[in-house]
């Protein structure tokens, strides 16, 4: 089989936790998830090239949105005070961004995620996992409207790393919420200058 998919207890922030590693090695093709941290893809590799950047210190001091893709789910950016009003009621979310006036980036790049499944097959490498507010954020989950699950699935081939995202309410009532991504690219070289580049996002 041309795809592989490994998992190996790795030790960040003082906490074990198992990564999964995507590859189609004769090629250079790699992935590292770490769903114990936020289903992040720290590592990803094209050709034998890293694209993501991480930080040096993030073993030792795994920051939840500063390497990597970083996922922000039930809501992406700022809240303003964390004050979220939702048909008539008011929310109080924690104030966590680097000024301790807002609410930032959601609930799943802090928690663990659960792993649904994972494979490979001759065209492909994948893992599925899944973000609850009720099961993966259960000290949260009376500050945001509605329960919901962020279900993604990784899938690695050799020149592409695809991200399939599905939200599903729980609940009876609308749900509110935002997906975001806050990936951290690697410059192809080494004190590039930035203006010979081009980021192309179809989105």
């Not at 590292?32 to 993501?52: A, K, M, S, Y």
């Not at 922000?72 to 809240?79: D, E, K, Q, S, T």
């Amino acid at each position: 089989m041309l795809y592989h998919i490994e998992t190996d207890e790795q030790m960040a922030g003082g906490h074990a936790s198992t990564m999964y590693t995507l590859s189609r090695r004769d090629v250079g093709s790699l992935a590292e998830i770490w769903p114990g941290f936020g289903f992040n893809c720290l590592r990803w590799q094209v050709h034998g090239h890293d694209l993501l950047f991480q930080a040096p210190d993030w073993n030792e001091n795994p920051l939840p949105t500063r390497s990597g893709v970083p996922i922000l789910f039930p809501f992406p950016n700022r809240i303003r005070n964390g004050l979220f009003v939702h048909r008539g009621r008011s929310y109080q979310l924690p104030k966590n961004d680097s000024t301790h006036a807002n609410s930032i980036h959601g609930f799943s790049p802090r928690n663990r995620w659960r792993v649904v499944g994972y494979g490979a097959r001759m065209n492909e490498a994948w893992v599925h996992a899944d973000f609850r507010i009720k099961s993966e954020a259960p000290e949260v989950a009376d500050l945001w409207p509605g329960d919901g699950i962020l279900s993604i699935i990784y899938r690695l081939t050799p020149e592409a790393l695809r991200m399939e995202m599905r939200v599903k309410n729980l609940g009876d009532t609308p749900f509110p919420f935002g997906v975001g991504l806050h990936p951290y690219f690697r410059l192809p070289v080494v004190e590039a200058d930035c203006s010979r580049f081009m980021l192309h996002a179809p989105a």
